[in-house]
């Protein structure tokens, strides 16, 4: 599979065959594996932790522009990474650690990856 990637402040342009492509917000497409290597903008270099009730579904924001960190506000469909929501449901109650800086390999989970930022 052919793959073209550029990268011009912060935009992303991919050419991939029709099967397995996720369609994004705007001109962009993803693929599943792809949009996981793509990462956010860093919101916050500490995580959130929160109080999930089991059941309920949360939209972990990947791209870092929402103003309701760690949650999606909408505020993607104004970027060119491509990156939509990651979304969670919780399968029981409990503190979940939420990454803001977006560099986490385990979306939308923190990892501590923003221990190895700058």
Not at 8 to 26: A, D, E, H, I, T
Not at 57 to 73: E, H, R, T
Not at 77 to 86: A, D, I, Y
Request: charged share 20%; hydrophobic share 30%.
């Amino acid at each position: 599979m052919a793959m073209l990637l550029r990268s011009l402040s912060g935009q992303l342009s991919r050419n991939f065959p029709s099967n397995g492509v996720v369609k994004s917000q705007g001109f962009r497409s993803l693929t599943p594996a792809l949009a996981a290597e793509v990462k956010g903008q860093i919101a916050k270099k500490t995580p959130t932790k929160v109080l999930c009730e089991e059941g309920k579904s949360y939209a972990w924001c990947a791209c870092g522009l929402s103003g309701k960190q760690p949650f999606c506000d909408g505020s993607h469909k104004n970027s060119t990474l491509g990156l939509t929501p990651v979304r969670w449901t919780a399968t029981s109650s409990k503190e979940i650690f939420f990454c803001n800086c977006k560099q986490t390999n385990k979306r939308p989970f923190c990892d501590g990856s923003h221990k190895k930022l700058a």
